[in-house]
Nanobody
Framework: QVQLVESGGGLVQPGGSLRLSCAAV????????MGWYRQAPGKERELVAA???????DYADFVKGRFTISRDNAKNTVYLQMDSLKPEDTAVYHC??????????WGKGTLVTVSS
């Protein structure tokens, strides 16, 4: 059974930085896209950033220039470097892996709170 385990969330002041990590535990094969989504209280889950195996990146407009997604294929791990954080970035961040066989895996989420 495959699980995605996120880490790195927490409380940070506006303008600060955090680095999220998400690692797959278990036998997972043929990963295509790795990505991060977030869900703020009372809002729907939305895409933050996604990265293909060949390095194509899609960023939501609200994080362009502030967040950077990267992946380590050998470790089945995806990262999200978040800089210049704003209070409106407060949300639960979930990682997502999609495989070439159509499997879709989600992490349980890590809470990011941006507040002074």
């Amino acid at each position: 059974q495959v699980q995605l385990v996120e880490s790195g969330g927490g409380l940070v002041q506006p303008g600060g930085s955090l680095r999220l990590s998400c690692a797959a535990v278990g036998n997972i094969f043929n990963i295509n896209n790795m990505g991060w989504y977030r869900q703020a209280p009372g809002k729907e889950r939305e895409l933050v950033a996604a990265l293909t195996p060949v390095g194509r990146v899609d960023y939501a407009d609200f994080v362009k220039g502030r967040f950077t997604i990267s992946r380590d294929n050998a470790k089945n791990t995806v990262y999200l470097q978040m800089d210049s954080l704003k209070p409106e970035d407060t949300a639960v961040y979930h990682c997502n892996f999609k495989t070439s066989l159509g499997r879709n895996y989600w992490g349980k989420g890590t809470l990011v709170t941006v507040s002074s």
